[in-house]
Nanobody, 119 residues
């Protein structure tokens, strides 16, 4: 089983910065990709940014130019700058990984961390 733990959320003023961290632990044989999603109240969970095993990154249009995703082994970071009130949401870490050589890749989710941006 793979465990996913996020940290780094909080309350920040508009224009401020936050850095989220997420670490995968447990039975992690191979990580295919790691990423961040967010869900605001009453809305669906949307992609923010992902990074795959080759280092290739993908960003939502709303994150381009303000957010940077990076990865170090089993930890993924999301540096968020120039935050806006519309960035307020619960941010979830997703790990796409194989738990063993004989299993297919599965998606594992963290419990989420709240990011609140005040105007």
């Amino acid at each position: 089983q793979v465990q996913v733990m996020e940290s780094g959320g909080g309350l920040v003023q508009s224009g401020g910065s936050l850095r989220l961290s997420c670490t995968a632990s447990g039975s992690v044989f191979n990580i295919v990709a790691m990423g961040w999603y967010r869900q605001a109240p009453g809305k669906q969970r949307d992609l923010v940014a992902t990074v795959n095993s080759d280092g290739a990154t993908e960003y939502a249009d709303s994150a381009k130019g303000r957010f940077t995703i990076s990865r170090a082994h089993k930890t993924v970071f999301l540096q968020m700058n120039s935050l806006k009130p519309e960035d307020t949401a619960v941010y979830y870490c997703n790990v796409h990984a194989n738990a063993s050589p004989s299993t297919t890749g599965e998606h594992y989710w963290g419990q989420g961390t709240q990011v609140t941006v005040s105007s």
